[in-house]
């Protein structure tokens, strides 16, 4: 068996690294005395207004005072907390691609920088590469404090290029075809007005949105949109995936395969592919702060897709089933552990050992079973160990 987790550990530099991102944003916008007492409540109303009211969300949150400081303080150092816990099994094997040149990043909705500083944290070992960054939002404020927290975070920028762009996403944009595209925390935002149920609206917004991110990317390109893992994220994820797969993308992560998706959530009921991931090794500080706000973390959710131009012919060995760990271990009758996971047979409910062994992220290659039997209850793909 040929075994891959998609959240190894952090390593102790990441935790350091949040820890001084965390000491740069104080450093590079202290905390005026009229926001302090009031951050709390500020991080709890950003927070409703991200999840509950979106309805009424139109990105201005980044131009009220109080709530970018909320964001700055708290929504973005957790979102580089969880990009640190995926970035490096993504893309620590494969990156910086081959060839002498720079290479492009573009990261759409990219407010405060979020991506890039999550790159400088979590990937050391770029920092020396010639990576030159084209950040896009619409709103420019968030985009130059981004700019001036990262230069304080990684001490200038090195051998790091970074270009902001003030732009709404699907305005044209003539940039470098980059070898990453990414959109992170903002597919939210583009479908806030299509009603709940709507899957057409939401599915021609998937079209457009994939086309968008397809025309930034490089002949060997590849797309990562990571948003957080509750229900309607991930089935607008499931829908970029179609429309990827559709244009001859393949699909190197989360999915163990480029067959229907057995996780699109959507239907009430239906099972909608994220992971949870434990926060334990956030810097305490950061706790802290969002136990304040009443937000207490002690798990962060995602929902991801990470698309390649190029195909990955590894996945398609015919003797070997492929498989993907999606949920946390529960109890099963007969003391016996469950945990959810993907495979190319769909929805599969790995049993006892395999259960134990496996972790909520790992990929791994198993000999392809004689016999497909499925759970009564969830209709799921039995595989037993
Ligand atoms: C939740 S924030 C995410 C920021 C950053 N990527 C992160 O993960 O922390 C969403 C960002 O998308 C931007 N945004 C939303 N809709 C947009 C649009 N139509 N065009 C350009 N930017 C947009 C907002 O201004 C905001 O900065």
Request: charged fraction near 20%; proline fraction near 7%; aromatic fraction near 8%.
């Amino acid at each position: 068996m040929i075994e891959r987790s998609l959240f190894p550990p952090l390593t102790a530099g990441i935790r350091r690294g949040i820890e001084d991102l965390l000491l740069a944003i104080d450093k590079t916008f202290p905390l005026k005395r009229r926001f302090s007492a009031e951050l709390p409540k500020n991080i709890s109303r950003l927070s409703a207004l991200l999840t509950k009211e979106r309805s009424c969300l139109n990105g201005s949150y980044m131009s009220d005072p109080a709530l970018f400081n909320a964001y700055l303080r708290c929504f973005m150092p957790w979102n580089v907390f969880r990009l640190s816990r995926l970035l490096p099994s993504l893309l620590l094997e494969s990156w910086p691609p081959d060839g002498t040149g720079g290479v492009e990043i573009t990261d759409l909705g990219s407010g405060p920088l979020t991506l890039p500083a999550a790159l400088w944290i979590a990937l050391p070992e770029l920092r020396s590469a010639p990576l030159s960054f084209h950040c896009v939002d619409q709103n420019g404020g968030a985009l130059e404090a981004g700019k001036k927290l990262f230069f304080s975070l990684a001490g200038g920028n090195g051998a790091w290029r970074i270009k902001t762009y003030r732009a709404a996403l699907g305005e044209r944009l003539k940039l470098p075809p980059a070898a990453l595209v990414c959109a992170v925390n903002v597919c939210n935002e583009l479908f806030q007005k299509v009603p709940q149920g709507d899957t057409a609206s939401l599915a021609s917004a998937a079209k457009k949105f994939t086309r968008s991110l397809a025309g930034f990317a490089g002949d060997s390109g590849r797309i990562l949109v990571v948003e957080p893992g509750s229900p309607r994220p991930a089935q607008f994820l499931s829908l970029l995936r179609g429309e990827f797969i559709g244009r001859g993308f393949s699909i190197e992560a989360p999915c163990p395969s480029s067959r229907g998706c057995a996780m699109g959530g959507g239907r009430r009921g239906q099972k909608w592919c994220h992971f949870n991931v434990d926060a334990d090794d956030a810097p305490p500080a950061l706790h802290k702060l969002s136990t304040a706000a009443a937000l207490p973390k002690e798990k962060v959710t995602l929902s991801f897709l990470f698309a390649s131009k190029k195909a990955a012919p590894e996945k398609n060995a015919p003797e070997f089933l492929n498989v993907r760990v999606i949920s946390d271990a529960f109890p099963l009758s007969a003391g016996m552990t469950g945990r959810y996971a993907c495979s190319e047979n769909g929805l599969t409910l790995l049993r006892g050992g395999f259960a134990e062994k496996y972790r909520q992220g790992s990929f791994f290659k198993i000999e392809r079973p004689d016999k497909i039997t499925r759970d009564a209850k969830s209709g799921a793909f039995i595989l037993t160990l």
